[in-house]
């Protein structure tokens, strides 16, 4: 059973970068979708991105699109969300997950995006 655990956030200024991981513990992470997703208190979870693990493919929801990239490294079974130009609606708490409602998700990792 995989599990995912992220990490990397933190307070950022707007315009700022952080680099989100999302290590998986117990099986590889190949041949699969792993999908992003936040939320902020009050409101559900919100798709972000998704990658392909073993092609690579990706895609991104409009709000984050050539802002926010994703990627992989199989090798350590960690994905990546690398955020630039932050702003302080992507204030939320960050998770990965293997699947798309995001039930598989992990305690996810706090982003604020504050002057």
């Known amino acids: 059973q995989v599990q995912l655990v992220e990490s990397g956030g933190g307070l950022v200024q707007p315009g700022g970068s952080l680099r989100l991981s999302c290590a998986a513990s117990g099986s590889t992470l190949r041949n699969r979708w792993i999908y992003w997703f936040r939320q902020t208190p009050g409101k559900g979870l919100e798709w972000v991105s998704k990658?392909?693990?073993?092609?690579?493919?990706?895609a991104y929801a409009e709000s984050v699109k050539g802002r926010f990239t994703v990627s992989r490294d199989n090798a350590k079974n960690t994905l990546y969300l690398e955020m630039s130009n932050l702003k302080s609606e992507d204030t939320a708490v960050y998770y990965c997950a293997k699947d798309l409602a995001g039930a598989t998700r992990g305690q996810g990792t706090q982003v604020i995006v504050s002057s």
């Open positions: 990658i392909y693990t073993s092609s690579g493919e990706t």
